[in-house]
């Protein structure tokens, strides 16, 4: 009856069978929006993937087309893109018409003195001056007047740095930079503060001690001094 009763009671109190199958056909419902949204959003970025793509590709063949315009046909030798086997012009070639070529940037022209003094304000390196005689100006008079030569001047102006004795010998005195290199040579050479003693001065009051193997009652034996092998010819069985 107990049984009975709670099965009874769960169906229709606690236990809706209705409303759980309503909630999971909503449930349904919405994963279904959810997955139709991000397959959208998924194309949408494929799409816009490949969309980038071939504009990357498009601007890298009018790049090249442009790079490459001396290529292009003319009336009296055809390109490398027109073949005359061909049924129908190269869409290359087409390209080519259509595109402009590059334009050459100029090259500027540095100064020989500019790398020599880039470096002068950090003195990360030795300035080193050029020695070499710029060449004239070409189609330029000499200005009227006492005026010296450009080369003469520049020469004069970049010569390399020639220091007085006093800039170029050592802050310490000689005498002061031999005690210290004799210091560092002491410093260098010595092994230990204890001086060596060699074995003939250093133990020649010391009373020698043999050692028990080779002395005792029975005689000095003569292994390690005639022979390093214990030789028994009483024991051998044979005569050699």
Known sequence: IQKRWRGYYVRKYIHNYYALK???????????????????????????????DLEKKEKEKQYQARKMHYLLSTEQIAGIYNSPFRKSQDPMELLL???KPLSHKRQQMKSPFTSEL???PTCRR??????????????????QGPFRDTAEVLRQRYKPLEPTL??????NSPLEKAREEMKMEEWRNRVHDNEFL?????????KYDPSICRSGKYGQETYGIKHFREVQ???WVAGK
């Open 22 to 52: 309503k909630y999971l056909e909503a449930v349904s419902m919405n994963n279904e929006f959810v997955r139709n949204e991000l397959q959208q959003y998924t194309e949408m970025k494929e799409n816009e993937e490949k969309r980038k």
């Open 97 to 99: 018409r259509k595109s």
């Open 118 to 120: 880039y470096d002068w």
């Open 126 to 143: 030795p300035p080193t001056f050029s020695t070499i005689e710029p060449l004239p100006p070409i189609g330029r008079q000499k200005p």
């Open 166 to 171: 006093r800039v170029a010998a050592s802050i």
């Open 198 to 206: 060699p074995f003939s001065s250093c133990r020649k009051n010391e």
């Open 233 to 235: 010819p009483k024991k």
